[in-house]
């Protein structure tokens, strides 16, 4: 059973930064990914930045240039680095675990979620 533990939202004014933490434990599998989501009131969860357990990484189109997806192997934890902020950034974002095991199913885990508030 994979846990995750989110820290680092909070609130800053537009141009700032933040960083957020996602430490995800449990992890048995070697074909696995972890990435940001967020949702705003009303709307569909939305995927942020991914890194994949081969490193590979991907973002969504609205925070490339601004935000960086980055892994601590040895504590198994990631981090969003979200520089550049805008008020359009405001929303609850969720670290997300994929772990696909041998018999090629995947499962979905979620952490708690914390909100991050860019004032204008």
């Known amino acids: 059973q994979v846990h995750i533990v989110q820290s680092g939202g909070g609130v800053v004014r537009a141009g700032g930064s933040l960083r957020l933490s996602c430490a995800a434990t449990g992890i048995i599998s070697r074909i696995y990914s972890i990435g940001w989501y967020r949702q705003t009131p009303g709307n569909e969860r939305e995927a942020v930045a991914i890194i994949e357990s081969g490193g590979n990484t991907d973002y969504a189109d609205f925070v490339k240039g601004r935000f960086t997806i980055s892994r601590d192997n040895a504590e198994n934890t990631v981090f969003l680095q979200m520089n550049s902020l805008k008020p359009e950034d405001t929303a609850v974002y969720y670290c997300?675990?994929?772990?696909?095991?041998?018999?090629?199913?995947?499962?979905?885990?979620w952490g708690q979620g914390m909100q991050v508030t860019v004032s204008s």
């Open positions: 997300n675990v994929k772990e696909t095991n041998s018999w090629f199913v995947t499962y979905d885990y």
